[in-house]
């Protein structure tokens, strides 16, 4: 299905609308490619049909300019993604299932995590290796409104703390067209200490 493809959100005026913001930049998450390792197969394989999760475009914010890039600076503060969600996703009918919602928000701030360079690749890791990175310690999540299915949502996640380098805090919101937070997490992701 079609990852970082502007051509299914370009119809949809709200998102072309915020797709031009030039204070954000496009690229390609890798969740969306389908490993050998079976990394990131949720999203790869099991919620990329053009009945779940069919299309997604991805950006980010990058600092400004004169920010100086160190671990306790991120190199993103913000990541956004557009997803365009399918009925069969659907707890009721045509409203997302709340574990999806909890996935998306899972997800997206994970992202911003990978972006920033907290993860390790994919690549070089083996299937048997369950550690590679941070990993979810918390996600917080509030379910505001219902996120209507079928059609097109923003996921947003923002760096809001870093501690000692192997804690992050890290915010996420979905909303809808006309700017509504539809539901909104706030997540912890901890660095596993190294075995001894």
């Known amino acids: 299905m079609a990852t970082n493809d502007p051509t299914p959100f370009q119809s949809i005026p709200w998102v072309s609308t915020l797709l031009q913001d030039p204070t954000f930049t496009t690229l390609t998450i890798p969740s969306r490619t389908i490993k050998p390792s079976t990394e990131d197969s949720l999203f790869s394989k099991t919620l990329n049909s053009n009945t779940t999760l069919s299309a997604c475009l991805s950006q980010y914010r990058p600092p400004p300019s004169n920010q100086s890039s160190t671990p306790q600076n991120a ?45 390790g690749d994919a690549s070089t890791r083996e299937a048997k290796d369950a550690q590679p990175g941070p990993v979810t310690a918390y996600l917080n999540t509030k379910f505001l409104r219902p996120v209507p299915t079928p059609g097109p949502i923003l996921v947003q996640a923002r760096m809001i703390e870093v501690k000692e380098e192997r804690k992050w805090r890290i915010e996420g919101k979905i909303r809808d067209g006309e700017g509504v937070v539809l539901a909104e997490a706030e997540a912890l992701y901890i660095r596993p200490r190294a075995k001894i």
């Open 75 to 119: 190199l993103a503060e913000e990541l956004r993604m557009f997803f365009l969600i399918g009925s069969d996703l659907n707890g009721y009918p045509g409203i997302l299932h709340g574990g999806v919602v909890a996935a998306l928000l899972d997800e997206v701030t994970g992202l911003l995590l990978s972006l920033n360079g907290h993860v």
